[in-house]
Nanobody, 115 residues
Framework: EVQLVESGGGLVQAGGSLRLSCAASGFTFDDYTIGWFRQAPGKEREGVSCIRSSSDGRISYVDSVKGRFTISSDNAKNTVFLQMNNLKPEDTAVYYC???????WGQGTQVTVSS
């Protein structure tokens, strides 16, 4: 059974930090580009960042998080992380871990940034 289990969301003040984790199982981790998407109330889901978990480690970020968010992976533990620094109220959303082809999705974790 494929599972992507997120953790690490919560409530934080603007300027603060959170680290999201995504534990993957049930599929070959190295075969996929995995990352984070988010959906704010009333808005469409958007891609935040993706990382290719094979050795080339190719990474991408949406412009709005560049310089503030860092994606990384621990291939030995089939886990992807998203370190979020200098959070802003507009980062408030449900964050989803997913394969970046949209094939597999986690259940989401809420991130709320207060002003």
């Amino acid at each position: 059974e494929v599972q992507l289990v997120e953790s690490g969301g919560g409530l934080v003040q603007a300027g603060g930090s959170l680290r999201l984790s995504c534990a993957a199982s049930g599929f070959t981790f190295d075969d996929y580009t995995i990352g984070w998407f988010r959906q704010a109330p009333g808005k469409e889901r958007e891609g935040v960042s993706c990382i290719r978990s094979s050795s080339d480690g190719r990474i991408s970020y949406v412009d709005s998080v560049k310089g503030r968010f860092t994606i990384s992976s621990d291939n030995a533990k089939n886990t992807v992380f998203l370190q979020m620094n200098n959070l802003k109220p507009e980062d408030t959303a449900v964050y989803y871990c997913a394969t970046c082809d949209g094939h597999y999705w986690g259940q989401g974790t809420q991130v709320t940034v207060s002003s």
